[in-house]
């Protein structure tokens, strides 16, 4: 680590490499949990179903919560 003392006095702190050096190999690692596995399947029934229920229920929530607002202000005015 290059602290002041190092500095001032002309210490070498760090060596860089060369730029027409070999740079080692990334790490192959194992995809995480918002990555694409390298394998893929076809779509299935299953993910059908999934895809379908996460677009249309919250349609369905908006469409019942502005119906029960409406229903809730026409209640007060009674």
Do not use: C, W
């Not at 490499?17 to 949990?33: D, F, N, W, Y």
């Amino acid at each position: 680590m290059a602290t002041t003392e190092n500095i001032i006095e002309g210490k070498p702190v760090a060596k860089l490499r060369p730029a027409g050096s070999a740079t080692h190999k990334p790490v192959q690692q194992p995809a995480g949990p918002f990555e694409v596995v390298a394998e893929a399947h076809k779509p299935t029934v299953r993910d059908a179903v999934v895809t379908g229920l996460l677009v249309i229920y919250p349609a369905f929530a908006a469409v019942a919560a502005i119906i029960a607002g409406l229903f809730l202000t026409s209640a007060g005015s009674l």
